[in-house]
Nanobody, 113 residues
Framework: QVQLVESGGGLVQAGGSLRLSCVAS????????MAWYRQAPGKQRELVAA???????NYADSVKGRFTISRNNAWNTVYLRMNSLKPEDTAVYYC???????WGQGTQVTVSS
């Protein structure tokens, strides 16, 4: 059973930074593509960033140059470093194992203007 536990969210002023973490269990972590999604109030959940088992990354246009996804296979953990945060980044952030349909509980990120 896939389990995902996200952490690191919070309230930050515009221009600030946060680092989200997601610990995965129940999978062979190092062979799986991992991703971060977000869902803002009243909007659909959207892909923010993804990282393959080989370390290749892709980002939503809205976060390119500001967010960095990384992974530590020894710790079964994927990270999302978020810099230069904007109010429109406010959302619940979720990590996901792309090959599976499970979601974690998410972590709230709120960016004040």
């Amino acid at each position: 059973q896939v389990q995902l536990v996200e952490s690191g969210g919070g309230l930050v002023q515009a221009g600030g930074s946060l680092r989200l973490s997601c610990v995965a269990s129940g999978i062979i972590f190092n062979i799986n593509t991992m991703a971060w999604y977000r869902q803002a109030p009243g909007k659909q959940r959207e892909l923010v960033a993804a990282i393959t088992s080989g370390g290749s990354t892709n980002y939503a246009d809205s976060v390119k140059g500001r967010f960095t996804i990384s992974r530590n296979n020894a710790w079964n953990t994927v990270y999302l470093r978020m810099n230069s945060l904007k109010p429109e980044d406010t959302a619940v952030y979720y990590c996901k194992v792309q090959a599976f349909g499970s979601w974690g509980q998410g972590t709230q990120v709120t960016v004040s203007s």
